[in-house]
């Protein structure tokens, strides 16, 4: 059971940022968003249009 923890625990979590377009960050998230609970790198961490909590309700990021 401890390997199994210590695994999961070296795996690299991904910023999980949401755009208009759809277009995915693939850099290591290490800031969680309280509001959405989605993970962000730092440099989508403190832009809200990357949040899909700051998007239009209904509205879940990419082109329509």
Do not use: I, T
Request: charged share 30%; net charge negative.
């Amino acid at each position: 059971m401890r390997e199994k923890a210590a695994e999961s625990e070296n795996l690299e979590r991904l910023c999980q940022a949401v755009s208009h377009n759809d277009e995915p960050c693939d850099y290591p998230a290490n800031v969680h968003c309280a509001k959405c609970g989605r993970w962000f790198c730092d440099a989508h961490a403190e832009d809200e249009e990357w949040h899909s909590c700051a998007l239009p309700p209904g509205d879940e990021g990419g082109e329509a």
